[in-house]
């Protein structure tokens, strides 16, 4: 095989990726992911107003999905769409991201991050779909501890269960700050908007980029605590870092502002959908 022809190959590969079949995929990856956001703040919601019962997590959103007529098919509909999230950033791993600078490293390894999270959710969803409940249902809390405790067994296990949650500490910042300052312009479509839906996909990005960083920020926070106490149980995923929120001294109202902001990430997760540049 001479230079040109792994050349051509090359650019055909690119241009593949680049092509309508990856557009779609990233499209319904988003709306995906919409769909789950969206119901993690209604259940957020729920519990705001006094539904205990609910689970404001991932596994909970799938349960409600399965609930509704012709859940299934939405299960999978939703499980397809985040492999096709997934695939995307695995596009933009191997060939860049949109945009002068999607050949970046930087950008490069933040999509590889990406991928591994998406690929890791559409096997729960999908399984889940199948039957197997546990996978994709099971708790966010138990699972973070079992993690954790995991974790902390492991030589040095304390300042990795440390650096973790600074890890993603940094995360929820990063993602909070990005929002406020609607960096994600950049990447949409803004010429496609009429004004007055330009306003509105800034109410759904801010306020869901702000509330949606909040949670990963405050979820980070109680895995460096269980780090400094040798505690795996203080570790929480997104259903006990959500409900903390009440027990602050905004009481449930600051649980109502964040899972309010959730349904709004939810609804900026549709518009990206349909005016991200892919």
């Given at each position: 095989?001479n230079?040109?022809?792994?050349r051509?190959?090359?650019?055909?590969?690119r241009?593949?990726a680049?092509?309508?079949?990856?557009?779609?995929?990233?499209?319904?990856g988003l709306?995906?992911?919409g769909?789950?956001?969206l119901?993690?703040?209604?259940l957020?919601?729920?519990?705001a107003?006094g539904?205990s019962?609910?689970q404001?997590?991932?596994?909970g959103a799938?349960?409600e999905i399965?609930?509704k007529?012709?859940?299934a098919?939405?299960?999978w509909?939703?499980?397809?769409?985040l492999v096709?999230?997934?695939?995307?950033?695995?596009?933009?791993?191997?060939?860049?991201?949109?945009g002068?600078d999607?050949?970046?490293?930087?950008?490069?390894l933040?999509?590889?991050?990406?991928?591994v999270?998406?690929?890791f959710?559409?096997?729960?969803?999908?399984?889940f779909a199948?039957?197997?409940?546990?996978?994709?249902?099971?708790?966010?809390?138990?699972q973070s501890?079992?993690?954790?405790?995991k974790a902390l067994?492991?030589?040095?296990?304390?300042?990795?269960v440390?650096?973790?949650?600074?890890?993603?500490v940094a995360?929820g910042?990063?993602?909070?700050?990005?929002a406020?300052?609607?960096k994600?312009?950049?990447?949409?479509?803004?010429?496609?908007?009429?004004?007055?839906?330009?306003?509105?996909?800034?109410v759904t990005?801010v306020g869901?980029g702000a509330?949606?960083?909040?949670?990963?920020a405050v979820a980070?926070?109680?895995?460096?605590?269980?780090?400094v106490?040798f505690?795996?149980?203080?570790?929480?995923g997104?259903?006990n870092t959500?409900?903390?929120?009440?027990?602050?001294?905004?009481?449930?109202?600051?649980?109502?502002?964040?899972?309010a902001?959730l349904v709004l990430?939810g609804?900026?997760s549709?518009a990206?959908?349909r005016?991200?540049?892919?």
């Amino acid at each position: 095989m001479n230079a040109s022809t792994t050349r051509t190959g090359g650019v055909q590969a690119r241009r593949a990726a680049q092509g309508p079949v990856t557009e779609y995929a990233a499209r319904a990856g988003l709306a995906a992911r919409g769909v789950i956001y969206l119901l993690v703040g209604v259940l957020a919601l729920q519990i705001a107003f006094g539904d205990s019962g609910k689970q404001a997590d991932r596994g909970g959103a799938l349960a409600e999905i399965a609930q509704k007529p012709f859940g299934a098919v939405l299960l999978w509909a939703v499980g397809l769409g985040l492999v096709g999230m997934a695939l995307w950033r695995l596009s933009e791993v191997v060939f860049g991201a949109a945009g002068a600078d999607g050949g970046d490293v930087k950008k490069r390894l933040t999509a590889a991050a990406r991928c591994v999270f998406y690929s890791f959710v559409a096997y729960s969803v999908l399984s889940f779909a199948v039957g197997s409940r546990g996978s994709g249902s099971g708790s966010s809390d138990r699972q973070s501890q079992d993690v954790t405790a995991k974790a902390l067994g492991l030589p040095a296990g304390q300042w990795i269960v440390g650096a973790a949650g600074a890890g993603i500490v940094a995360a929820g910042l990063w993602i909070g700050t990005r929002a406020v300052l609607r960096k994600y312009h950049k990447k949409m479509k803004l010429g496609e908007m009429s004004a007055r839906t330009r306003r509105l996909v800034d109410v759904t990005g801010v306020g869901g980029g702000a509330a949606r960083g909040l949670v990963f920020a405050v979820a980070g926070g109680f895995a460096i605590r269980a780090a400094v106490e040798f505690e795996p149980d203080k570790a929480k995923g997104m259903d006990n870092t959500i409900r903390s929120f009440a027990d602050t001294p905004a009481g449930p109202w600051l649980l109502v502002c964040v899972a309010a902001g959730l349904v709004l990430f939810g609804l900026f997760s549709f518009a990206m959908a349909r005016w991200r540049r892919v």
